[in-house]
């Protein structure tokens, strides 16, 4: 994985010239300075205590790469230091368990000598989830979950499977076929996040409107926690009180470790048709995509780009910089057992709705291209940052008759505070009752500018009675707003579990909780 940008470097790929010339005269964005190399980052030296006790529990390594390598997660700024050689964030030494156990006597060790633990899956945070503070600390690690990556067990029975957190999202689904299973869980961080990742920051991923999000299809965890182990979830819905597995999923490590999950799964789709559908607004396509949601009729896949994604390309990432026809582009992806006729009826029953509300099929090609392209956007970012544009996403959830309002509220806040930038949104996620924004900006504004703007419109978010983040999490960039979302009794109540939990404070100091 690029130390520097996101995935593998072998994919980067420079932008057509006509687009940096676009992003010259209508962003104003220069070229930036060369990235440093790794041996020029700028690291503090490591003094952490007790390195004899870890190492006598499992493996630790202190070497520069390792550390680097483990420094922050993918979120725009945290790539910008990153290029700078800024590497003031990483961590003393890097702490690889291979079992529950080891876990836990790591997880003592670091109590007993205050050490700062940040859980490390694929390090794909982008709202600066593995940024801790130190203050207070004798040091900082981060606990790498990659060795406990086994698929424990399938039970074909129940349809469900047991694994360990550091398995990564391709080998699972690698593992699981093997049964004819899938999670059909595939966020755009799919090459590199982890299950456990993806429990933690409760993912959605881009078939959640047949799937579900990750949060959804959690059975059961084993967690890991200074106070001790946890066992959640021995039936698929009880009623023995508060459901302690929502205590859990989202916490971002700052509870504790998971060191197990039971997941729900499903079937292989024999059959998977992608096609694309073109509507003359985005108010349009979100009256058909609530429409669907709430005459039971969502397909697998369900998206909606605005005009001005759809216009520069985004709509399908394989491309940009010309959709061309105007409107908005929708995709809608569906699966079946073989493309039975009870399947032809429903997806025929969701075209008529989508007709309905006005929209053209554009047939496969749309779909096809999306489908192809579907974990392109990171790598999309990497090149705009090499051109010297500021490009991040945020993304936020609401209930329909909202919709429009926090939508305004976000584009408005962006545009009042980065002069001109261009702003782009779909939404991805789709509910009976409410839907997701996700908004892509590009900015020639450095990275000052873009965390002032950020804050401004986590505030605006607020105002606008949207939730801080729909999937992408708290870390540190949506504390204080979450704090707000929540109240001051909620700020109390996670407080007084994070003090049961964790006494010492060690779990991802500075993260989620308020």
Known sequence: MNWQGWGDPAKARELPEPIVKLLHDLLGVRPPVAPVAMEQVRLAEPGLPAL??????????????????????????????????DGSDAPDAVVSPGSHD???????????????????????????????????????????????????????????AVFEPGVRAPEAERMLGEHGLTLGHFPQSFEYATLGGFAAARSSGQASAGYGRFDDMVVGLTVATPGGTLELGRAPRSAAGPDLRQLVLGSEGAFGVITSLRLR????????????????????????????????????????????????????????GGGGEGGCLAIAGFEGSSGT??????????????????????????????AH????????????LAAGATVETLETATFWSNLPRLYDAVR????????????????????????????????????????????QVNAAIVGADGTISHHHGVGRDHREAYAEEIGPLGVEILRAVKERLDPAGILNPGVLIP
């Open 52 to 85: 004899d006790e870890l190492r006598a529990i499992t493996r630790v390594s202190t070497d520069r790469e390792a550390r680097v390598r483990h420094t922050r997660g993918k979120s725009t700024p945290d790539l910008m230091r990153m290029l700078a050689g």
């Open 102 to 160: 080891e876990v836990l006597a790591v997880l003592r060790v670091c109590a007993a000598e205050r050490i700062a633990v940040v859980p490390f899956g694929g390090g794909t945070s982008v709202v600066g989830g593995l940024a801790p503070e130190r203050e207070g600390f004798a040091g900082v690690i981060a606990l790498d979950l990659a060795r406990l990556d086994r698929l424990i067990c399938v039970d074909a029975d129940s349809m469900v």
């Open 265 to 320: 799964v499903r079937r292989v789709p024999a059959v998977q048709e992608y096609e694309g559908w073109r509507f003359a607004a985005f108010q349009d396509g979100a009256a058909a995509m609530r429409s669907l949601a709430q005459r039971g009729l969502l397909p697998a896949v369900l998206r909606l780009s605005d005009e001005t994604e759809t216009m520069i390309g985004l709509a399908k990432p394989e491309s940009i």
């Open 341 to 370: 006729p009870a399947d032809r009826a429903r997806w025929e029953a969701t075209r008529a709705v989508l007709a309905e509300h006005g929209g053209a099929c554009l047939g496969e090609e749309p779909g096809q291209a999306w």
């Open 373 to 384: 392209g579907r974990f392109s956007a990171p790598y999309l970012r990497d090149s705009l």
């Open 412 to 455: 408005l806040t962006l545009l009042a505070a980065l002069g001109n930038p261009l702003v782009m949104c779909h939404i991805s996620h789709v509910y009976e009752t409410g839907a997701s924004l996700y908004f892509t900006v590009v900015t020639s504004a450095g990275l000052e500018t873009w965390e002032a703007a950020k804050r």
